[in-house]
């Protein structure tokens, strides 16, 4: 047998592009697909084994977290809002999303949908979708501009592509254009944090649209 990797070089190879890396690439991911709420699990656990500095995630102390947050939830819902009365319809969306309609009305589903809004959706999503995709394709392909554009598009493809199974061409087209949008945040800035609260808001403003029961209103505003 040969002699297990020291921890400095294992680190490293995780790190990197070669097989070792590759492979732990795809098991991070392949992990977080079938995790659901708990799919930034294998990026964290990622992280720490190959000895990545959690600044590359993303993970920045804001200078004024309460600045931060309020500023991200007036964008976060102020975004879903435009998304559900002006882009979906645009695009030819039906107002209501069948996906999770049972939620109208429904309180004994809030608890748990909460917990994949706060864990699942805007933690887990913007861990794997944007801190982790992030540093692999910049480590890959560097920091310049073009390769910024192209990391954007190519996490917000997927982004998009994680959302067919359950909601199908609407909830893909919804996510292409938030994956864009929050990709975009998260390539000026570098931190996730304020994308995580305004990922969190947009979701919220979304269920509370649908408990209340007014997907059909919301889609209504500008189009008949």
Known sequence: MSEPLPEDD?????RGFGPVGVLATL?????AAVLGSFKALP????????????????????????RTAVVAVILGVAFKLAMKSVVMPLLGAPPINPAYHYLAGNP?????????????????EEVVFRGFLFERWRRLC???????????????AL?????????????????????????SVYAATGRIWGVVIAHAAFDL?????????????????FFR
């Not at 098991?27 to 992990?31: D, H, N």
């Not at 920091?143 to 996490?155: E, K, P, Q």
């Not at 982004?159 to 990709?183: N, W």
């Open 10 to 14: 294992l680190a490293a190879r995780l």
């Open 27 to 31: 098991a991070v991911l392949a992990a």
């Open 43 to 66: 990026v964290l656990l990622w992280a720490w084994r190959s000895r990545t500095p959690w600044r590359d995630l993303g993970f920045v102390r804001p200078a004024n977290w309460a």
């Open 108 to 124: 004994a589903v809030l608890p748990l949908m909460l917990f994949h809004v706060f864990v699942g959706a805007a933690f887990g």
């Open 142 to 156: 560097g920091d310049g501009r073009l390769a910024r554009v192209a990391i954007v598009i190519l996490s917000s």
């Open 159 to 183: 982004f998009a592509a994680a959302h067919y199974p359950d909601q199908g061409v609407p909830g893909m087209q919804q996510a292409l254009v938030t994956g864009l949008v929050f990709g």
């Open 205 to 221: 403003a979304a269920v509370a649209i649908i408990f209340c029961n007014l997907e059909t209103t919301v889609a209504h505003w």
